[in-house]
């Protein structure tokens, strides 16, 4: 209590020398309204936060059933809140549970979110393939090899 005394008496004393005069009431008084306009947005926070551990042990669960029931309890966590949704949809773009991450982005809280359309942009191509379609890929991606694949090397350079 005496450091909380001492920089109550600091912040007052740097009022006073500005030449403003206020009783001594007014500082406990903006720091506890400070609190209650705050109070909003850190219960906001620790909801994303329980959400995404509760993600976190959904991940590293090997049954399909408790990871879906995980992820539907984090979502039940969080609510309608566009803070808690766009961590849920973050995470599970991260992690490759798209989804996921599409069911969370298509919710009507999300609809004109600027940061709804970051995530689905990142998403882009992310289909899950065929296996001709991964090969297809896999060949297309791989470097020729061969005499004429170092000719058309040194032409690129020059």
């Not at 004393?13 to 500005?18: A, E, G, N, Q, Y």
């Not at 959904?58 to 992820?71: H, I, K, Q, W, Y």
């Not at 979502?75 to 599409?102: P, S």
Request: glycine share 6%.
């Amino acid at each position: 209590m005496n450091g909380l005394a001492a920089l109550v008496n600091m912040v007052m004393d740097l009022v006073r020398s500005s030449g403003v005069v206020l009783p001594a009431w007014a500082f406990p008084c903006a720091v506890v309204g400070l609190t209650l306009v705050l109070i909003p947005a850190r219960v906001r926070s620790e909801r994303a936060s329980r959400a995404r551990r509760l993600l976190t042990r959904a991940a590293a669960s090997n049954s399909v059933t408790e990871r879906d029931r995980l992820e539907a309890e984090a979502l039940q966590e969080v609510g309608a809140d566009t803070h808690g949704l766009l961590t849920i949809a973050g995470w599970a773009v991260e992690r490759g549970r798209y989804a996921l991450a599409r069911s969370v982005l298509a919710r009507p809280e999300l609809a004109q979110h600027p940061e709804r359309r970051k995530l689905l942009a990142g998403m882009q191509g992310t289909a899950p393939l065929s296996a001709d379609a991964l090969i297809a890929r896999v060949l297309r991606e791989s470097p020729a090899e061969g005499p004429d694949h170092a000719s058309e090397h040194r032409d690129q350079q020059g």
